[in-house]
């Protein structure tokens, strides 16, 4: 059965550094795409990042980036230049294939930038 | 702007009642999903809707009804049914494409008192 795993409850880091969220996933088939979201004390879910499987390269937002590393299954989140506003849950998240628009959640990691 | 809204942000209700939450998107899209999310948990799906009239029950259904007469809506009741219904729920978007992002709402939080 497809599942996410976010083993870090909880994540401190100084402003200005960079931060590593892990998320490893299982999943039998061949395709999938790969998701990080970021949940404010507001609740609101914001969209970071996406990594498809067959991506050659490992994607880039901005002070995001995606770790993907495929025969490990795992698709680490990297936030550079840490800022205040970053202080927020983050969730890793892996869509099904075939249409299905389904999304599996992992239980989320705790982020905490302090000055 | 282009969004989706969710009413209202906070409910509370008796044992025993139903409630309905609000869901509206004007972004055009196909897909609108709820999600249901626990304190420490991730979210998990109750239903979802690719097409006006048609909708699927996601990993959570039981207790939880929708209807989508229209794009743009989604309304989820919470029935007496539901067991434990008091959680933060979340209505998301998207467009087709296996995998294009989801947007979200900004939640309701349901209390049942």
Redesign the interface.
Same mark, same amino acid.
Do not use: H, S, V
């Given at each position: 059965a497809q599942k996410i795993t976010q083993t870090q409850p909880g994540m401190f880091v100084q402003e200005k550094e960079a931060v590593t969220l892990d998320c490893t996933y299982d999943t039998s088939d061949p395709s999938y795409g790969l998701f990080w979201y970021k949940q404010p004390s507001s609740g609101e879910m914001i969209f970071l990042i996406y990594q498809g499987s067959y991506d050659q390269q490992n994607a880039t937002e901005g002070r995001y980036s995606l770790n993907f590393q495929k025969a490990r299954k795992s698709a680490n989140l990297v936030i550079s230049a840490s800022q205040l506003g970053d202080s927020a849950m983050y969730f890793c998240a892996m869509g099904l294939p075939y249409n299905t628009d389904k999304l599996i959640f992992g239980t989320g990691t705790r982020l905490q930038v302090f000055p | 702007d282009g969004g989706i809204t969710q009413s209202p942000k906070y409910l509370f209700r008796k044992e025993g009642q139903n409630v309905t939450l609000s869901c509206e998107q004007n972004l055009n899209h196909d =897909?609108m999903?709820w999600y249901r999310q626990d304190p *420490? +948990? *991730? @979210? &998990? @799906?109750i239903y979802?809707s +690719?097409i006006v009239n048609d909708f699927q029950k *996601?990993d959570i259904a039981e207790g939880y009804s929708v209807s989508r007469e229209k794009k743009e809506s989604f309304p989820l009741t919470v029935t007496s049914a539901q067991k434990n219904p008091t959680a /933060?729920y @979340?209505c =998301?978007s998207?467009t087709g494409g =296996?995998?294009n992002? +989801? /947007? /979200? *709402?900004?939640?309701t &939080?349901l209390t049942v008192l």
């Open positions: - | =897909a999903y *420490g +948990q *991730g @979210l &998990r @799906l979802y +690719q *996601g /933060f @979340l =998301a998207k =296996a995998y992002e +989801q /947007f /979200f *709402g900004p939640g &939080r």
